[in-house]
């Protein structure tokens, strides 16, 4: 009960985001974004469009945090090179 | 600015914009579109600093207000019939927020069969849902209310949002002087957007986790609280503004020639009017009878609605749509409230109106005037439902 978010006297149905709140998604991967860097451009549009902001921009490129990262493949859809691979988990 | 001729319509969108609305998303559905239209039009003329978004429906229309309204923004919508059926998940997300947000509500049936005449079924049908809701009956009103509700949502003690109910037509489409008052009078009046909390990217909440029973139970309770506060910041919020612009309606209900009155008819919306002038002319007739205007019907004036009727012989309720299977919704609540008391009036349910048949004050004089005539006749008796075809004339 003591962590529920009250504000001058209002129960409120909000929480305080925090890292793995949910736990470690990258396991609810079935499939894998694989970036081959001799393809990409920088464009950032995956950085951009990935619904869970587990691709940061780093001086050697975009780089995908495989422990969050759930496999949506929305990176590789709309990478304008097709510079990355989706592909199964084993 | 002082008096323009406005629709119900414009008048609101005239409110909108004295009230600074920063963001407004709608979806067009007859016949609230005017409004949108109008703001929209002031917004390209540059008159309003304010973000039109344009949805694809009115689920996302009320989604992108509240979003809007949690980033920290004065967020407006507006809406009808089918268009307010389909919004109403998003209702229950705005209210169980806790986010103030005003919309406003162009009363209209609901189909099939397509109907787009006045009616009260939508705007009945949000009354679970958590949001203040009210009726203006004339184009003033419409403009005082949505002005009133942004005071009224955004107070420290409600943190509820709010529907305005205008009935189509009869109040949308039909020019009436307005008073719009002067920009820098409602910048006194109405302070800079208050709100629980914002989330934002120095702000980082998420909000609608998943909440164990208790708690869920709790924040329900939470709600009802808010609920019963709201009833006092309404009746408050009216008093100021009677008092900073001289014109105040009489809170959560208005009582009209009700204190000497043996007999009332409660109604919502623009024929209230209409019942006014039928009462003064039954009156005439030796019919001592009043009109209970219920403004509100969320949050519902109990204690007020038990004071106006204690000692009436007969309260009689006119209802502009229908609870299949039980009554008319207004006269399920205003019957429910007499029944606390150890002497009920007489009660009856009228329907009338619906799909927008024409009531007009004659109307209403020969349903009164029926009314009282069987009580004192037969005595107390209940009958919750009377349907009213209206005569030819
Ligand atoms: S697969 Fe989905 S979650 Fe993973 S990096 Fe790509 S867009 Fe993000
Ligand atoms: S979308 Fe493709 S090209 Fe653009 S940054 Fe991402 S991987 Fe590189």
Known sequence: MSNLIKIKDNILPLSVTSEAAMGKTGSWRTFKPVIDYS????????WLYCPFSVISKSEDGVVIDYEYCKGCGICADVCPVKAIAFIPER | MGILTLTGNYAVAWAVKRARVQVVAAYPITPQTTIVEKISQMVENGEMNAKLIRVESEHSALAATFGAAIGGARAFTATASHGLLYMHEVLWWTAGARVPVVMAVVTRAIGPPWNIWTDHSDIMDQRDTGWIISMAEDNQEAFDLTLQAFRITEDNDVNLPMIVGLDAFILSHTYAPVDVLEQEDVDKWLPPRKQLYVIDPENRYSMGNIAYPKDYMLMR???ERAMERAKKIIEKVDREYGEYFGRSYGGLIECYKCSDAKYLVAL???WAGDAKEAVDKLRENGYNVGVM??????PLAVEKILE????KKGVLVMD????FGSAGPLFIEVSSILSMNGKPPAMKGVLAGIGGVDVGYRDIMDIISKFVDEVEERGWFVKRQEWFFSHKR
Do not use: E, Q
């Open chain 1, 39 to 46: 393809k990409c451009i920088n464009c950032y549009l995956c």
């Open chain 2, 320 to 323: 502009r749509s229908i609870s």
């Open chain 2, 308 to 311: 106006y009727a204690s000692g």
């Open chain 2, 268 to 270: 919502m919306g623009a």
């Open chain 2, 293 to 298: 205007r219920v403004r509100f019907i969320r």
């Open chain 2, 221 to 223: 309770y939470d709600i």
